[in-house]
């Protein structure tokens, strides 16, 4: 089961929802941690900076403080050069987990040297692809793309800290061009509230500035896992 985190609105969840939490709202944290405690035999927390409310999503201490359940935290990112706030977050959040995992060799070296965890509590889990059982000349037949080219994806959510425009670089200083790089995703609905599409049009325009606009094809959809 899942508990998501939301900000100021209503979604329309799948099933596997079964609770949300009010990014700003200390009570939620706590109250859904009590729900934890009384509902399951163990908490997987998937942590990102951004998702959790407070001044570097320091709320979400407020839930891990308080599970008696053994707690696994997945960290998505980590910090060369952490803020003070967000080592005490990181610092708070390990030494509550029973285990660690992250997904890069380089992560590991990083959280030991910072915060002294040892290796036992540490597992590493490498993000991975998922296996397509599609042919390849038909998949990109189905979608309407130039068989002849080789094709170069980026998927997901588009926000600022990806690394997009450092990609747009690398293909300006490419002389062939017998391939198509595509970035396909929507920008996140938080982002758009807040930002609107000031990033992807920064992209668009980096790529009209660079003579790219042969080489790269910029979707604006949110893909299902079926595309």
Do not use: W
Not at 7 to 15: A, I, Q
Not at 197 to 223: C, G, T
């Amino acid at each position: 089961n899942i508990i998501a985190v939301t900000e100021n609105g209503s979604y329309k969840y799948p099933s596997e929802v079964v609770a949300t939490i009010n990014k700003e709202s200390k009570e939620n944290y706590i109250y859904q941690a009590n729900f934890i405690n009384n509902n399951y035999d163990i908490c997987i927390l998937q942590h990102e900076f951004g998702i959790f409310g407070g001044l570097s999503g320091e709320h979400i201490i407020e839930l891990t403080s308080r599970v008696c359940i053994p707690l696994l935290t997945n960290f998505h990112t980590t910090l060369d050069n952490p803020t003070k706030k967000q080592s005490y977050i990181i610092d708070a959040l390990h030494k509550a987990s029973d285990t660690i995992t992250v997904m890069t060799e380089s992560a590991i070296k990083l959280m030991k040297k910072q915060f002294n965890i040892k290796d036992e509590k540490m597992k590493l889990i490498h993000h991975g692809v998922p296996i397509f059982d599609i042919d390849q000349k038909k998949a990109k037949t189905k979608l309407n793309l130039p068989t002849s080219k080789i094709l170069i994806l980026s998927f997901g959510f588009l926000s600022k800290g990806k690394g997009f425009e450092t990609a747009i670089d690398a293909i300006a200083k490419i002389s062939d061009l017998n391939f198509l790089y595509i970035i396909l995703g929507s920008t996140h609905p938080n982002i758009i509230k807040k930002d609107g599409e000031e990033y992807r049009e920064f992209l668009h325009q980096r790529i009209s500035n660079l003579r790219v606009d042969n080489k790269i094809l910029m979707i604006n959809k949110f893909a299902d896992n079926k595309e």
